[in-house]
Nanobody
Framework: QVQLVESGGGLVQPGGSLRLSCAKSGFTLDYFAVGWFRQAPGKEREGVSCVTSGNGTTFYADSVKGRFTISRDNAKNTVYLQMNSLKPEDTAVYYC?????????????????????WGRGTQVTVSS
């Protein structure tokens, strides 16, 4: 059974950091691009970042460039999202998901409908 589990969310003050983890069971993450998405109340789910299989090319939403870093550890079957300099507008439920391809490309990595397996999400709240 394919399963993705996110962890690492929580409450943090503005300017703080969190590291999210996405662990899988039931299949290997090696062959698929993995993306992080977030959804705030009343808003659509949006792409945050993606890391491809193979050479590990990364993509980021403009709103998080320079603050967030995605990485993958294939030996642990885990993908991470390091989030620094957090802002209140980063508050959302964060989801990880596997793309149907190894490399979705810059034009498609953020398209929700191209991701096949999703975790249940982890809440990130940035507030003083």
């Amino acid at each position: 059974q394919v399963q993705l589990v996110e962890s690492g969310g929580g409450l943090v003050q503005p300017g703080g950091s969190l590291r999210l983890s996405c662990a899988k069971s039931g299949f290997t993450l090696d062959y698929f691009a993995v993306g992080w998405f977030r959804q705030a109340p009343g808003k659509e789910r949006e792409g945050v970042s993606c890391v491809t299989s193979g050479n590990g090319t990364t993509f980021y939403a403009d709103s998080v460039k320079g603050r967030f870093t995605i990485s993958r550890d294939n030996a642990k079957n885990t993908v991470y999202l390091q989030m620094n300099s957090l802002k209140p507008e980063d508050t959302a439920v964060y989801y990880c998901a596997t793309h149907k391809y190894a490399d979705p490309g810059r034009a498609n990595w953020f398209r929700v409908y191209e991701y096949e397996h999703w975790g249940r999400g982890t809440q990130v709240t940035v507030s003083s």
